[in-house]
């Protein structure tokens, strides 16, 4: 198989992958309570992203630094915007706000604990 159609037929499955995901995604909360739903979405979550893996390390380190830094610089600036905008449309006590903090919060949540475990793998052995 050329590489082109390897390509072709990841980016493919990459796309059926996350329309996939964001139909179950999005009806799960109608159909199972959070306690069956949540740990669902996010083994179906986790398919998504384990489906854009070759995609991934088919790019060179200049590729990936590129799409880190926009991700982390513009995703920080953009959910410190969208939770600031909530505050102010909707005020603190809304439920607009309060879904903004919480995206906002668990997004941190995930980027202390990538941290993390990039830190315990890379330090020295002396610390």
């Not at 082109?4 to 995901?21: D, N």
């Not at 995703?75 to 706000?97: I, K, N, Q, V, Y």
């Amino acid at each position: 198989m050329t590489r082109q159609r390897k390509l072709a037929m990841a980016a493919v499955t990459m796309v059926l992958a996350a329309i996939a995901a964001g139909i179950l995604i999005g009806l799960l909360p109608r159909h199972l309570p959070l306690a069956a739903g949540g740990p669902l979405a996010a083994l179906v979550l986790l398919g998504a992203f384990m489906a854009m893996l070759p995609y991934w390390r088919r790019l060179d380190h200049m590729q990936q630094d590129s799409r880190l830094l926009s991700w982390y610089w513009g995703g920080t600036f953009g959910g410190g915007l969208g939770l600031l905008l909530a505050l102010m449309a909707a005020g603190a006590r809304s439920p607009l706000f309060a879904g903004a903090a919480l995206v906002w919060g668990l997004q941190f949540a995930g980027y202390t604990a990538v941290r993390l475990r990039w830190w315990l793998a890379h330090r020295a052995p002396s610390a």
